[in-house]
């Protein structure tokens, strides 16, 4: 069944108003018409079956026929920091990591970094990543869209690591600590229900320089490998959150 996220002011105890591109998606798309059930979500707090009463131009009216429970979530909410990488790589990795469970995703330039950064050109790609989360979070059935933020600085991605219960930044030199290694502990000292954050570092196409590991390190990261194989730059945050989630119990670890 389609998924779409509203605003909270949409979404009201009885009804839903559908607006924009997503009404033209039901209406023109879809070829939705009266009598139709969908899932909405404000991707807070609420989210409802219910089935469309009118469709007009660029906008669809709906009533609320059950609430749903909010349960798509993982309990270890994982952010992929992603050094820019060429072309449209960047995409690739939001639509994916959105559909495995990342709950945000922080670009960064770091000192190996290709890409030339223009900060004039960056609000429409900013954007144009935002709406590639919110449609991989609907195709998947998540309950929340992964935010997308202003890309950082090295230093400035440094300075935001306090704000994580574990860091992870993946060094394909690394030759003792594996991930796992990292997630055993970490995830046995959290109780069932407990909820943390993790972040899960990933460098440029030319990997970390030896002064950014040591940084790194500085800054409480802990440094791993993602096995005997190196992966590509857009890769390497797919397999590490994937694991982070397995470990946890989301896809049947522990």
């Known amino acids: 069944m389609q998924r779409y996220f509203v605003s909270a002011e949409q979404l009201t105890e009885r009804s839903v108003v559908i607006l924009g591109d997503d009404a033209r998606h039901i209406g023109k798309v879809m070829r939705g018409k009266p009598g139709d059930k969908l899932i909405v979500s404000d991707g807070q707090s609420r989210e409802a079956l ?21 349960d798509h979530e993982a309990r ?5 920091a992603q050094s820019l990488p060429k072309g449209d790589k960047m995409e690739t990795v ?7 469970g990342a709950v945000a995703f922080v670009p960064f330039l770091s000192e190996r970094t290709i890409v030339q950064y223009d900060a004039k050109k960056e609000g429409k790609r900013l954007e144009r990543w935002r709406k590639i989360a919110k449609e991989a979070a609907e195709q998947s059935h998540r309950n929340r869209i992964p935010s997308v933020e202003q890309p950082l600085s090295w230093k400035g991605l440094l300075s935001s690591f306090e704000g994580y219960s574990l860091v992870c930044y993946c060094y394909e030199k ?12 970490f995830i046995e000292q959290l109780a069932s229900d407990a909820a943390a954050d993790v972040l899960i570092v990933v460098g440029p196409e030319g990997g970390f320089s030896e002064r950014e ?11 791993v490998g993602l096995g005997k194989r190196i992966l590509r730059a857009e890769t390497a945050g797919m397999a590490a959150l994937t694991c982070v989630l397995y470990e946890s ?3 049947g670890g522990m």
């Open 50 to 70: 219910v089935e469309i009463e009118s469709i007009e131009a660029g906008q669809v009216t709906a009533n609320i026929v059950e609430s749903l429970k909010m």
């Open 76 to 80: 270890i909410r994982v952010t992929v």
């Open 94 to 100: 939001i639509q994916r990591c959105t559909e495995i």
């Open 174 to 185: 690394e030759n003792g600590k594996q991930l796992r290694d990292a997630l055993k502990p």
């Open 213 to 223: 590991t040591l940084e790194a390190d500085q800054a409480g990261a802990v440094s």
């Open 249 to 251: 119990g989301e896809m």
